[in-house]
């Protein structure tokens, strides 16, 4: 045991936070020792006063340390909660955020609860976006195509952990490489989007801890879309449907891009936050 409570422990690492500009040091500081605790959030009010267990303060102080010089919660934590799923989350690809979920609403609408589809999620990641759509369509089957051996091997992680491998295929390849298009009911992105100009303005959890090639989108932060979009018209099967993550001023552009390459039946879905963050459309 150590001279500090627990409440000791809240203030001075929320003062160290504060110190290094985090918005809300206090939420951070807290859920930080509810992680080095393994306290439940009323178990640490409920134990604010009390003497710190020694092994609580060296975990929290730790996790403190990294959260200071701007690592990512999930990454500290080892993982989040994305659709209801806890999946693991570190360097190897980009965290999957509450935001992305709309993007699984959508995509949820054009396939039946009772249909055998296949989907595919190109630029998977994590495989959060995949793993929540098999989860929620029992019958269906997955391909996850990505060209990062490192941020596949995560996804198979993820997909082995929720226990649906059985039903998706791991592809090792670029969407530009990939064969399977006209094979697929539906067809998922979340690809790289951000402008290049823009991303050394990111926040730091984002630029110096997401792999660049998953937020880099080109001079005008379309480059995924323009060949996605190309390959898609070619290749996929009439009456399927193709769903992208799109960032909050995009809507127009990707709009434009589906349209001219003769998909129609476009829907979109906005984000937590109210922000144009889903499309869809139907290829003819």
Not at 72 to 93: N, Q
Not at 221 to 235: F, H, S, T
Request: with cysteine; charged share 25%; net charge negative.
């Amino acid at each position: 045991m150590t001279d500090q409570t627990y409440r000791d422990m809240l203030v001075s690492g929320a003062s160290r936070l504060r110190e290094k500009g985090l918005e809300d040091p206090i939420r951070e500081a807290r859920r930080l020792l509810i992680l080095a605790s393994r306290l439940t959030p009323a178990g640490l009010i409920a134990a604010e006063n009390d003497r710190a267990n020694e092994a609580h303060c060296e975990a929290y102080e730790m996790m403190i340390d990294m959260r200071a010089e701007r690592l990512p919660f999930a990454h500290i934590a080892g993982g989040t909660s994305f659709y209801g799923l806890v999946l693991l989350s570190d360097s190897r690809a980009l965290i999957p955020r509450a935001d992305s979920e709309c993007v699984v609403d959508l995509a949820l609408e054009k396939i039946p609860a009772d249909a055998a589809v296949q989907i595919a999620d190109l630029g998977t990641g994590s495989g959060a976006l995949l793993a929540a759509l098999l989860t929620e369509r029992p019958l269906a089957q997955g391909i996850a195509v990505e060209r990062d051996s490192n941020a596949l091997m995560l996804a198979e992680e993820n997909f082995a952990q929720i226990g649906i491998e059985a039903r998706v295929k791991a592809v090792l390849v670029g969407w530009a490489d990939w064969s399977e298009w006209s094979e697929c009911n539906l067809i998922i992105s979340n690809p790289p989007y951000i402008r290049s100009d823009v991303i050394p303005d990111l926040a730091p959890e984002v630029r110096d801890h997401d792999p660049i090639q998953a937020l880099d989108g080109g001079a005008d932060g379309l480059n995924a879309y323009r060949e996605i979009v190309e390959l898609a018209a070619a290749q996929m099967q009439p009456g399927a449907h193709l769903v992208f993550e799109i960032g909050y001023d995009q809507k127009q552009a990707v709009s434009e891009l589906l349209v001219q390459a003769g998909f129609t039946d476009l829907r979109y879905k906005q984000d937590l936050g109210g922000q144009d963050r889903a499309i869809a459309a139907r290829k003819t």
